[in-house]
């Protein structure tokens, strides 16, 4: 377990595992989990990978500062950890918001990025208002209102009905601090980053699972042509393929750094 301290005084959680002189491959997590969703995919990557995960501010044991947070927040902070473990021609794996992340540093800091993973996300992800509701909601009722309806994006019917984890999922969920769930939806809400990702050149992969009621197929599929990605679906999988077809994900993840 590691912290880095941003510049602006937030305190990151970093798990930092593989050899140090390995490729170092980075993965930023969704809205509303930590960085235990990538549990089950990375122990099925190939061997000798320098992997790093953080919880993005307002999520798992990083810091929680109070709402909203703005996309070149996060991004500053995914630069954090970056440069605060001396990371060099770093591979970004980032889902959803995490992807959102990827795209923005890949723009900002075309010199530190090889390649850039895009799973389940898009160069623009809901609009505004969509997240005006979810915003009111919450601060109504709480994210508990909204469990229901997120998961049914989250995971396909099969895994809600029976697998014994999805309960582990609902709870990370709800144990979000709302600030920090409210934090980054804003960020979401004011992202568009449709011209600083049609203008990359570096490796792209887009990956989406068929199933995923956040971020759809054809959304991810969309934002893979603005910036000539390779694009690949995970089948059987909603918004968190690497939680739910970690094999399937981990396949397409190693072919990729193959040839990147
Ligand atoms: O998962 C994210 O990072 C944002 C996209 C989203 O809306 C997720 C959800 O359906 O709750």
Same mark, same amino acid.
């Given at each position: 377990?590691? +912290? ?17 002189? /390995? ?6 997590? #969704? ?5 235990? $969703? ?6 099925? %990557? ?11 501010? /307002?999520?798992? %044991? ?6 909203? !947070? ?22 970004? $794996?980032? %889902? ?8 923005? *540093? ?22 505004? @208002? ?30 809600? &009905? #029976? ?10 969920? +709800?144990? +979000?601090?709302?600030?920090? !769930? ?12 449709? @011209?600083?990702?049609?203008?990359? #050149?570096?490796?792209?992969? &887009? %990956? ?5 009621? #956040? ?7 969309? +934002? ?19 939680? @739910? ?11 990729? *750094?193959?040839?990147?």
């Amino acid at each position: 377990m590691h +912290t880095i301290k941003t510049t602006t005084g937030v305190t990151l959680h970093v798990r930092d595992e593989g050899p140090r002189d /390995g490729r170092a491959v980075i993965f930023a997590n #969704s809205l509303g989990t930590d960085l235990r $969703v990538w549990d089950a995919l990375l122990p099925l %990557l190939p061997a000798g990978l320098r992997l790093v995960r953080f919880d993005k501010r /307002g999520h798992g %044991l990083s810091d929680c500062p109070p709402a909203p !947070y703005a996309l070149a927040d996060l991004t500053d902070d995914a630069a954090a950890v970056c440069d605060g473990l001396d990371l060099r021609e770093v591979t970004f $794996v980032g %889902l959803s918001i995490g992807g959102l992340i990827g795209q923005a *540093l890949a723009a900002r800091r075309p010199g530190l990025l090889r390649a850039l993973v895009l799973m389940d996300t898009a160069a623009k992800i809901g609009t505004a @208002e969509m997240w005006t509701q979810r915003i009111e909601a919450i601060r109504t009722g709480g994210i508990a209102a909204l469990e229901g309806p997120i998961m049914e994006r989250w995971f396909t019917a099969p895994y809600r &009905a #029976s697998v014994p984890e999805f309960r582990l999922w609902c709870n990370m969920l +709800t144990r +979000t601090p709302c600030e920090g !769930y409210l934090g980054c939806c804003a960020a979401i809400a004011g992202a568009d980053l449709t @011209e600083s990702t049609r203008a990359l #050149s570096l490796p792209v992969l &887009a %990956l989406a699972g068929d199933q995923d009621g #956040s971020t759809p197929p054809d959304l991810v599929r969309a +934002t893979a042509a603005l910036c000539g990605a390779d694009f690949a679906l995970i089948a059987g999988a909603g918004h968190l393929p690497c939680v @739910e077809q970690p094999a399937q994900t981990a396949r397409k993840i190693a072919e990729f *750094l193959e040839r990147t």
